[in-house]
């Protein structure tokens, strides 16, 4: 925890996929200072034109190399998310080559009960972590 979701159009290799996950991985370690096997990711691949992703009118140029990060946490300082941000699209740029303008984040808050990691249990809730 958090869950991170990677909306993305289609395309990518297998190899370009794990370099994805692993930079994104890097930030949210950095940032958040979650413990190293902390890592739930998603990839969401899309058909080219079925993901609109505009810049609510910022003039941010976006390519087919966007990327939408979904982060599902829990509470996290405004320094955290920022660091977050940032760290992100350095990862991303150094790694994939990614431009800071094709990435997208949003973060949704949570609570501990929000979270069962299996066996039917709230692991928050219950001591377990």
């Not at 996290?76 to 940032?86: G, S």
Request: aromatic share 6%; with cysteine; charged share 30%.
């Amino acid at each position: 925890m958090p869950l991170l979701r990677f909306d993305l159009i289609e395309g990518r290799t297998g190899a370009e996929l794990k370099a994805l996950l692993d930079a994104a991985h890097r930030a949210m370690l950095e940032a958040f200072k979650v413990p190293e096997r902390d890592r739930y990711q998603l990839v969401h691949e899309h058909k080219p034109g079925s993901m609109i992703v505009e810049d609510t009118g910022l003039d941010i140029p976006r390519t087919e190399k966007v990327v939408v990060v979904s982060v599902t946490s829990r509470p996290r300082t405004r320094k955290q998310k920022e660091d977050f941000y940032r760290l992100l699209c350095d990862e991303l740029r150094r790694s994939c080559g990614i431009a800071p303008s094709d990435v997208m984040v949003s973060i949704v808050e949570n609570t501990d009960e929000d979270w069962s990691f299996g066996l039917g249990r709230a692991q928050f809730l219950t001591g377990e972590l």
